[in-house]
């Protein structure tokens, strides 16, 4: 009788868990199905790749703003091969698991088929198609805004003091 007992409740232990895997397993086909439709992967190879043209034209911008006139000569070069470096670490073929992961366990199942079939709809392509466009746009309005922002963050890293309303200024050690 003990054992009968004991039979079936792991049973139902084995059947539940299997139960979640399965929601699991399909969750994560759902998952990397909206990835695809969403284009994840052209989309993080497009992201470096304006970043990576961006750059040298910011960075000469950034110094301009700085005052500096001589940028090294191998600046650009260092911070392509910086992006380089970044890309090959946060590239598709290394992400794509954490990313299911991510989408799998932050969307329910109902959710990810509500996402996919908007995706699948002409305003969900339509999207897809224009993201890159409107992450351009997105890039070049932050970095106008943070240019703006650079004689500010300058000035308080020279003046510490000063950045912050209150801050009381540092004391010179006299030893």
Do not use: H
């Not at 070069?77 to 090959?88: F, L, N, P």
């Not at 932050?106 to 002409?122: D, M, N």
């Not at 070049?140 to 510490?160: D, I, N, R, W």
Request: with cysteine; hydrophobic share 45%; glycine share 6%.
């Amino acid at each position: 009788m003990r054992n009968g007992i004991l039979l079936g409740v792991l049973g139902l232990w084995l059947a539940a868990m299997c139960a979640g895997a399965q929601e699991t397993s399909s969750k994560r086909v759902l998952a990397e199905e909206l990835l695809n439709l969403m284009n994840t992967r052209e989309s993080i190879e497009k992201t470096f790749t304006m970043v990576k043209q961006m750059m040298p034209g910011q960075l000469a911008k950034a110094g301009q703003a700085a005052g500096q006139t001589n940028m090294p000569a191998n600046a650009s070069a260092q911070v392509e091969k910086m992006v380089d470096t970044i890309s090959r670490e946060f590239s598709w073929d290394k992400m794509k698991e954490d990313y299911i992961t991510l989408y799998a366990d932050t969307f329910t199942e109902e959710e990810l088929k509500g996402i996919i079939a908007f995706y699948k709809s002409p305003a969900g392509q339509a999207f897809v198609q224009k993201q890159p466009e409107l992450m351009k746009r997105s890039m070049e309005l932050s970095q106008k805004m943070m240019l703006k922002l650079m004689p500010a963050m300058q000035a308080a890293a020279v003046k510490p003091e000063e950045a912050v309303p209150g801050a009381a200024p540092q004391q010179k050690s006299g030893k």
